[in-house]
């Protein structure tokens, strides 16, 4: 009997499928998926790296609210994240703008790289000398070779 019921709970347990329970009253299923789409896309600006769906502090509620009676009105996503930017700054994008406050967020990742491949490529250079160097011999040395060995015989 327990693994027919813990059979069951399973089953239920992965069939489930949680969802935000807001009250906000659409006048559409497109604008309200257009709504939780866009509240998806803004960071919650109390949480570390939430959005305003999944954060569960008070004021991501307030902003989810906010954003859906901006949809509600008619407002376009643009002219919607523009308030969210100018209220809480760039930080509610999780693609900000390249600007010269995000040049270094955004050309880090690219002077790493480049920093890399050439250490990378100074490597292999200098690691290529020391090898010819202690492969190669000179006359002088193949003759002294040479010699050694015409001795040992």
């Given at each position: 009997?327990?693994?027919i019921?813990?059979?069951?709970?399973?089953?239920?347990?992965?069939?489930?499928?949680?969802?935000?329970?807001?009250?906000?009253?659409?006048?559409?299923?497109?604008?309200?998926?257009?709504?939780?789409?866009?509240?998806?896309?803004?960071?919650?600006?109390?949480?570390?790296?939430?959005?305003?769906?999944?954060?569960?502090?008070?004021?991501?509620?307030?902003?989810?609210?906010?954003?859906?009676?901006?949809?509600?009105?008619?407002?376009?996503?643009?002219?919607?994240?523009?308030?969210?930017?100018?209220?809480?700054?760039?930080?509610?994008?999780y693609?900000?703008?390249?600007?010269?406050?995000?040049?270094?967020?955004?050309?880090?990742p690219?002077?790493?790289?480049?920093?890399?491949?050439?250490?990378?490529?100074?490597?292999?250079?200098?690691?290529?000398?020391?090898?010819?160097?202690?492969?190669?011999?000179?006359?002088?040395?193949?003759?002294?070779?040479?010699?050694?060995?015409?001795?040992?015989?």
């Open positions: 009997m327990k693994k019921f813990s059979l069951l709970l399973l089953i239920f347990s992965i069939s489930a499928y949680a969802e935000m329970v807001d009250t906000f009253q659409f006048k559409s299923v497109e604008e309200r998926t257009r709504a939780v789409a866009l509240a998806k896309s803004l960071r919650c600006p109390q949480c570390q790296n939430q959005n305003l769906v999944e954060s569960n502090s008070p004021i991501a509620y307030d902003l989810r609210i906010e954003v859906y009676k901006m949809v509600d009105e008619g407002k376009t996503n643009e002219q919607i994240v523009d308030v969210m930017t100018s209220r809480f700054g760039n930080f509610v994008l693609k900000p703008p390249f600007q010269l406050t995000t040049a270094l967020l955004w050309g880090l690219v002077l790493l790289l480049i920093t890399a491949l050439g250490t990378m490529w100074r490597y292999i250079k200098k690691r290529e000398k020391t090898t010819v160097k202690t492969t190669a011999l000179s006359i002088e040395q193949k003759q002294q070779l040479a010699e050694l060995l015409e001795k040992k015989q």
